[in-house]
C-alpha cells in the first residue's frame, strides 16, 4: 500500500533499482527521476517524488536514519541575501550528512557576481557567473543558491535568471534556497509539517497574504501554492486585488492540483477567507504591479493595515486551523502575539523541519 496520498499521480518512469539503493527509499523511486539534477522548483518532480523527500525527512527526524552520505564531500552555500533557518539548517544538515559546508556571500565575503551574458563589466561587478560556478564545481559536490527578487523588473525577475545562470552553467547539482520566484526547500518543510499535524489526508489550506510596510517577493507564496497543490490539498489563496501571483505559476498550480485530486479558489474578501479551513498560512507579497515602483505599492497596500492581519477573531472562523508562516515574522503586523504564542502555531516545528528535509533532499541528490 501506498504510503503517500498521492491518489492519481503516477511516477512518469520505472528506473531499474541496485543492489546497493537505499532500501527506505520506495523501489520505484530507486532514483531521482524528475528531468533534471536540480531542485529548483517542486514542480520537476512528482506527487510521489515530494512524498518521498517527506518520508526520508521523517526518518531523519525520528533519527532512524543516520547516514553519512556526504562523507568527503563540501556543498558550496551561495548566500547574496541575508537568512537565519535556511543559512543554519544547511550548514547542519550537511555537517550531520557527514560534509563540509562552504559559505559564501558576493560582494560580502566573496566577489561580486555579474550573471548577464554579454556585458561589458566596467561597472561594479567583478567576476562573471561563468567562471564563479565552473570554479565553485571543481572544489564542491553540490551549490546551494539564495538570490532574492530585487522586486526591480517583472518580466525579468520572473524567469528566475541568476538560479538559471547558476543551473546553466553547473555540472553539480544546484539546489534552490529561495530565488525570485521559488522557495521550494521551505514549501517541502511546510508539506512536511501539514502531513505531521494531519497525517496523509488532504486538508483545505488558506494560503493568505498580509499587510507588512513594505513589498516582499512572492518565492514563498508561489512555492506554498504550488506544493499545496502537488500534495492534493484543497487551497484556497486569499490577497487583496492587484495582488495576484503570476498567471503561468497559477496555470501550473491548476493543473497540479487537478491532476492530484485538489482543489483552487481564489478569494478577495478576507472575511470570508477563513471559513472552515483547517491550515492557514500568513505570508506577505508586493504585487507584479508595482515592481520598480516600491512607493506605489506601499500607497496601494496602506488601505489594508489592521484588515489584512492574522488574528483571533480570523482564526476563530476557522476548523480549529493551525497556524504557519515561514519565518521571519512581523508580529502583529502579520500574525497577533495572540495567534502565534497559541498552540495552534506550528512555526517553530516548521523552522525545524527544513533541517530534516533538507537532508532528505541533499542525501538523494548528492552523489
Ligand atoms: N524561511 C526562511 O527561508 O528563513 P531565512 O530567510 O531566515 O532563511
Known amino acids: ?46 506527487c510521489d517524488e515530494l512524498s518521498a523527500f517527506i518520508e526520508s525527512a521523517l526518518r531523519f527526524k525520528r533519527g532512524e536514519d543516520s547516514a553519512k552520505p556526504l562523507n568527503g564531500k563540501s556543498v558550496g552555500l551561495v548566500f547574496f541575501n541575508p537568512s537565519l533557518r535556511t543559512r543554519a539548517s544547511m550548514q547542519v544538515g550537511i555537517y550531520e550528512l557527514g560534509g563540509n559546508p562552504v559559505v559564501l556571500e558576493p560582494g560580502g565575503t566573496s566577489w561580486t557576481i555579474e550573471h548577464r551574458d554579454g556585458v561589458v563589466m566596467d561597472g561594479d561587478k567583478t567576476e562573471h557567473i561563468k567562471e564563479f560556478v565552473r570554479v565553485l564545481e571543481r572544489y564542491v559536490a553540490a551549490i546551494g543558491v539564495r538570490t532574492f527578487a530585487h522586486l526591480k523588473d517583472w518580466q525579468e525577475e520572473r524567469t528566475d535568471p541568476i538560479l538559471n545562470a547558476f543551473a546553466r552553467y553547473s555540472s553539480v547539482p544546484i539546489i534552490n534556497l529561495e530565488s525570485a520566484m521559488h522557495h521550494p526547500c521551505q514549501s517541502m518543510a511546510d508539506m512536511m509539517t501539514i502531513r505531521e499535524k494531519f497525517g496523509l489526508e488532504k486538508k483545505k489550506v488558506l494560503l493568505t497574504w498580509a499587510w507588512h510596510p513594505k513589498p516582499l517577493p512572492m518565492a514563498v507564496p508561489n512555492s506554498f501554492a504550488l506544493a499545496s497543490a502537488q500534495m492534493g490539498h484543497d487551497l484556497v ?131
Open 237 to 367: 489563496i486569499a490577497h487583496p486585488r492587484i495582488y495576484e501571483l503570476d498567471e503561468e505559476l497559477m496555470a501550473n498550480v491548476k493543473t497540479q492540483s487537478a491532476d492530484n485530486g485538489g482543489s483552487v479558489e481564489i478569494v478577495n474578501d478576507v472575511d470570508a477567507a477563513f471559513d472552515s479551513v483547517e491550515v492557514v498560512y500568513a505570508k506577505s507579497w508586493g504585487s507584479k504591479n508595482f515592481y520598480g515602483n516600491q512607493d506605489a505599492d506601499i500607497q496601494e497596500r496602506a488601505q489594508y493595515r489592521g484588515k489584512w492581519i492574522v488574528n483571533e477573531e480570523k482564526m476563530a472562523q476557522t476548523n480549529n486551523a493551525i497556524f504557519m508562516h515561514c519565518l521571519p515574522v512581523r508580529r502583529n503586523v502579520i500574525v497577533t502575539d495572540g495567534v502565534i504564542d497559541s498552540p495552534r502555531s506550528f512555526v517553530i516545528d516548521e523552522a525545524e523541519n527544513r533541517l530534516h528535509i533538507q537532508k532528505a533532499i541533499m542525501a538523494r541528490l548528492i552523489h
Open 1 to 46: 500500500m501506498s504510503s503517500t496520498n498521492c491518489r492519481l499521480n503516477k511516477p512518469k518512469r520505472i528506473l531499474k533499482t541496485s543492489s546497493s539503493e537505499n532500501l527506505a527509499w520506495p523501489r520505484f523511486l530507486s532514483k531521482v527521476t524528475s528531468m533534471d539534477k536540480n531542485f529548483l522548483t517542486t514542480s520537476d518532480f512528482t
